[in-house]
């Protein structure tokens, strides 16, 4: 077996498409929409051997639906059901989790709050003072330069003459899969909020992940920054927790992205997704959202706060719609 899937399987993709890929959490292979009679150094077609879905990441396709879909697309027939053992993708999506992509080790500096006390003093201030230990909030780091230092990463020029002045007012949160180092200005009346430091290269968007109570769920709350999600996980203003996966955050980059990103690493499919929604944010872009995405998303609810512009203001008071 080949996850969810027959040995035949392979071979069926192999005689109908080419050369097939096998990873821990998917075969990749030739798109039949977009990269059929050409010849790449990648192709982009991935099937999960999970969960009886495919999507093309090829940005002039994104292709995607069921395994049946794909099939009858091949060969103009649905013969899916004698590739497939049904009882596998119960089995699998007990243990979804537990297998993780490589990734290059990344050293994190002690936190040194007596020397940092000024970022330390941020983040509990940022976290409403509520009785959290530093240590735990994962991927933190006060020390930028010796971050730098020792996971000997190579800087722009404009990076590098800025560097003395990240170091001083900024702090860091390293992504999930540790290629970006998400660093956020001390200074709240800056207007310069937030920037990047690229660590290492990952195929998705990378994002920052904080774990619900049900680990096995298909329901993800997602959100613009850090602390949205962060007071979210800790005052659970919306009821979501306890029957959630995760929290996530990219830093401003798109939803879309976002969602596929979870999809790929977490191996989550038909995600009941939950967004925690600046107010600007206008409901119509999300129901585009729903519409693009629909092969990933089962359900949609925007949640806006009553009481501020996101969910890092406190009090939240949540106002929900589901589309």
């Known amino acids: 077996m080949i996850g969810i899937y027959s040995e035949d399987f392979k071979k069926f993709l192999e005689d109908n498409l080419g050369k097939v890929k096998q990873t821990s959490k998917n075969l990749i292979t ?24 495919f999507h093309c990441f090829h940005s002039a396709c994104k292709e995607s639906g069921t395994i049946s879909k794909l099939i009858k697309k091949i060969n103009g027939v649905d013969s899916s059901e004698k590739f497939i053992d049904r009882s596998k993708i119960k089995e699998f999506s007990k243990i979804k989790l537990e297998v993780k992509n490589e990734i290059v080790n990344v050293t994190l500096p002690n936190l040194k709050e007596d020397l940092y006390s000024n970022k330390a003093l941020y983040i509990k201030k940022r976290l409403k003072f509520q009785n959290i230990n530093l240590h735990d909030i994962h991927g933190l780091v006060f020390d930028i330069n010796e971050f730098i230092n020792v996971n000997n990463l190579k800087l722009d020029d404009k990076m590098l003459r800025m560097r003395d002045f990240i170091h001083a007012n900024f702090v860091g949160f390293l992504t999930e ?66 029957d959630s996966a995760l929290y996530a955050c990219a830093l401003s980059a798109s939803y879309p992205a976002l969602l596929e990103s979870i999809a790929f690493n977490e191996n989550i499919y038909k995600m009941d997704v939950n967004i925690l929604s600046d107010r600007d944010v206008p409901l119509d872009s999300y129901k585009k959202l729903k519409y693009y995405k629909s092969h990933l998303i089962n359900s949609l609810t925007i949640f806006y706060n009553k009481a501020g512009k996101d969910f890092a203001i406190s009090p939240c008071i949540p106002e929900r719609f589901i589309l």
């Open 30 to 53: 030739v798109c039949p929409y977009c990269e059929l009679d050409k010849t790449k150094k990648h192709y982009h077609l991935y099937i999960s051997i999970e969960s009886p879905i």
């Open 177 to 242: 899969n540790k290629s970006v180092l998400m660093c956020r200005n001390i200074d709240e009346s800056s207007k310069f909020k937030h920037l990047k430091i690229k660590v290492q290269e990952t195929d998705f968007l990378d994002y920052y992940k904080i774990g619900g109570y049900k680990y096995n769920s298909n329901s993800v709350i997602l959100a613009e920054g850090f602390y949205d999600i962060y007071n979210e996980s800790i005052f659970d203003t919306t009821n979501l927790k306890k």
